[in-house]
């Protein structure tokens, strides 16, 4: 498993050209990025842009998220489950006893279940959550294009699925990335994701022999900009819907064991939804966080998402406003789970209404967070680095 503790910045032989400034520099930049591999060599310089010389300065940002079905059928979602259960840091169970249970028994019956669920969101132009994702790759390209030295290009991977991580990172190098930053969208750091997208990043690059520079966002839970985009996001809902709404701040859950493990994702979550609720200047009795998604028997993250609706319901709490703050794009997840199905299961157990507040998807103020993000990691980079 790889924890955060466990990642740290590479010196001596690796980078052959470069050294640390100073101790306290080399200190400071293992501080702050312990989380984020550097690795330094030459980049492949294929479909260089027109102008663009050997020693250019040039950045590859490859954007990552989980992934999705290529189509909303039980055919494709049984090709996308296979993938995506299978990868031993989503299921931590010996694969001699979880092969057999997925291929056996969930393969078999959970694909058209899903494929109806997708079938209730899924768009003229494909899928909810590639649909955004291209559109936040797109801008954020655009808004990096100011802020960051040298030519830019901005490519998107999926962990499951297509485009997947290994051809996007094909893009980047083909087109002459002497620097790569990998920028999952998952804001509180899991080793079910996050630490996935490491392995598929390091696997992909294993064959390459010319390495780019490569650093790894690792987490962004409590980035201060983010923080205010889904402050403001709260604040143009209550416009549009009743101001006495109670908040709740749903993410996805995790088995409880993975957290007991060490997997810090648990104590992202609450301190993302204390900083937003801070921001809203939210009183401590109107909000409230839960865990969605789960499945299976295995005890989870609590409370659980539709046992806190019901319980407000039973209450009394008339009006909702659900927050999914772990979501960076709208999904299955949170299109289907919450903004259908948690808002039926409300009314069912005497609530009147459930609002779900949109994700931050290619929002303006979330593109500038994420092009804040991306620009503090490489100028820390660079700043902490003398290369001859």
């Not at 802020?147 to 087109?175: C, F, Q, T």
């Not at 969208?185 to 490569?214: C, G, H, I, N, W």
């Amino acid at each position: 498993m790889l924890s955060e503790n466990s990642r740290t910045l590479v010196f001596g032989t690796v980078f052959g050209c470069c050294v640390p400034r100073t101790a306290a520099a080399s200190t400071a930049a293992a501080r702050e990025s312990r989380d984020l591999p550097l690795y330094t060599n030459a980049s492949q310089q294929q479909d260089k842009p027109e102008g663009m010389h050997e020693d250019a300065e040039t950045t590859g940002v490859l954007v990552t998220n989980l992934g999705t079905p290529a189509a909303p059928t039980s055919a494709a979602v049984r090709r996308y489950l296979a993938e995506f259960l299978a990868d031993p840091r989503v299921v931590e169970l010996p694969r001699w006893l979880w092969l057999p249970i997925l291929y056996g028994v969930i393969l078999p019956v959970r694909p058209r279940r899903s494929a109806a669920a997708y079938r209730e969101v899924w768009t003229a132009e494909g899928s909810p959550l590639l649909v955004n994702a291209r559109r936040q790759a797109q801008a954020l390209e655009v808004a990096l294009s100011t802020r960051l030295p040298g030519n830019i290009k901005v490519a998107l991977g999926m962990r499951y699925g297509e485009p997947s991580i290994a051809a996007a990172l094909k893009i980047l190098l083909d087109w002459g990335a002497r620097r790569l930053l990998v920028l999952p969208l998952y804001p509180q750091y899991s080793a079910t994701t996050t630490a996935s997208t490491y392995d598929a990043v390091f696997k992909a690059l294993a064959a390459e022999r010319r390495m780019p520079d490569l650093r790894i966002v690792s987490r962004y839970h409590d980035h201060p900009r983010y923080i205010e985009a889904l402050a403001e996001s709260v604040r143009a809902a209550r416009t549009r819907n009743a101001h006495d709404a109670r908040l709740l701040f749903s993410f996805h859950g995790l088995p409880q064991r993975y957290c007991d493990a060490g997997d810090p994702y648990y104590e992202q979550c609450l301190q993302t939804a204390r900083l937003v609720a801070e921001r809203l200047e939210e009183p401590a009795q109107n909000w409230a966080i839960a865990f969605q998604s789960r499945v299976g028997r295995e005890k989870w993250l609590q409370p659980y998402t539709e046992s806190l609706l019901c319980e407000w319901a039973h209450a009394g709490v008339r009006k909702v406003d659900v927050l999914c703050p772990g979501f960076s794009a709208d999904c299955l997840e949170t299109l289907e789970e919450i903004a259908i199905r948690a808002a039926a299961l409300f009314r069912s157990c005497g609530g009147e209404a459930l609002h779900y507040i949109p994700a931050l998807n290619d929002r303006p103020d979330h593109i500038a967070a994420l092009a804040d993000i991306v620009a503090a990691h490489a100028h820390v980079a660079a700043e902490n680095e003398i290369c001859e």
